[in-house]
């Protein structure tokens, strides 16, 4: 018997996302320099930077799998206190195994958020694949749920509220980042931006 989306999404401990079209609504902005030289810019979801701060404290571990590097990511990714960051990683399946055995889980423990054929090695195998609204169709098919909102647009949080929503937690993860005292809370996705 094949299990639900939401009883894969309870035994749920380590989240990973890709970055462009999951994190990002997929545009990659390239501004020239002084010099000839591209600078990379890319927009991310202040609900997806909000989403990672309630994971974190419903006990998931966040990270990113890349096959960009980007200096742009690598900013976000520190603003957001990511634990786990792999950028140019053009076979993520690697990148996952390292995940796995860092964090001590087995791969029913870890939720991929993909959007590409390049996350299938990864969605294929993990315990709970998750498939963004604008995702290519291949990518659907291999996964046990797709969010409602496109990424960069608020498909990270959709996933991350889908796994604390299965695991019961929440509601009462939403009351503790409220609290004004919860010194968690406060010290959580306070980004500069690298300013």
Same mark, same amino acid.
């Given at each position: 018997?094949? @299990?639900?989306? =939401?009883?894969?999404? /309870? %035994?749920?401990?380590?989240?990973?996302?890709?970055? +462009?079209?999951?994190?990002? +609504?997929?545009?990659?902005?390239?501004?020239?320099?002084?010099?000839? /030289?591209?600078?990379?810019? /890319?927009?991310? &979801?202040?609900?997806?930077?909000?989403?990672?701060?309630?994971?974190?404290?419903?006990? !998931?571990?966040?990270?990113?799998?890349? %096959?960009?590097?980007?200096?742009?990511?690598?900013?976000?990714? #520190?603003?957001? /206190? !990511?634990?786990?960051?792999?950028?140019? =990683?053009?076979?993520?399946?690697?990148?996952? #195994?390292?995940?796995?055995?860092?964090?001590?889980?087995?791969?029913? $423990?870890?939720?991929?958020?993909? +959007? +590409?054929?390049?996350? @299938?090695?990864? @969605?294929?195998?993990?315990?709970?694949?998750?498939?963004?609204? #604008? &995702?290519? *169709? =291949?990518?659907?098919?291999?996964?046990?749920?797709?969010? *409602?909102? *496109?990424?960069?647009?608020?498909?990270?949080?959709?996933?991350?509220?889908?796994?604390? $929503?299965?695991?019961?937690?929440?509601?009462?993860?939403?009351? $503790?980042?409220? $609290?004004?005292?919860?010194?968690? &809370?406060? &010290?959580?996705?306070?980004?500069?931006? #690298?300013?």
């Amino acid at each position: 018997m094949s @299990l639900s989306a =939401q009883d894969r999404a /309870k %035994k749920i401990k380590v989240i990973i996302f890709d970055v +462009d079209g999951v994190l990002t +609504d997929g545009q990659i902005f390239v501004i020239p320099d002084a010099n000839g /030289k591209g600078i990379e810019a /890319k927009g991310f &979801a202040a609900h997806d930077g909000l989403g990672i701060s309630l994971a974190r404290l419903g006990g !998931l571990r966040v990270g990113i799998i890349t %096959k960009r590097q980007s200096q742009t990511v690598a900013i976000r990714a #520190n603003d957001l /206190k !990511l634990e786990f960051i792999y950028q140019g =990683q053009a076979h993520k399946l690697s990148a996952m #195994n390292e995940i796995v055995a860092k964090a001590g889980i087995t791969v029913d $423990e870890l939720a991929y958020v993909g +959007d +590409d054929i390049v996350d @299938l090695p990864i @969605l294929r195998v993990c315990g709970l694949a998750i498939a963004t609204a #604008n &995702a290519r *169709p =291949q990518v659907k098919g291999a996964c046990h749920y797709t969010t *409602p909102h *496109p990424g960069g647009q608020g498909a990270g949080r959709d996933a991350i509220d889908f796994i604390l $929503e299965a695991q019961g937690s929440l509601d009462r993860v939403i009351e $503790e980042y409220l $609290e004004a005292d919860n010194p968690a &809370a406060a &010290a959580s996705d306070v980004g500069s931006g #690298n300013m």
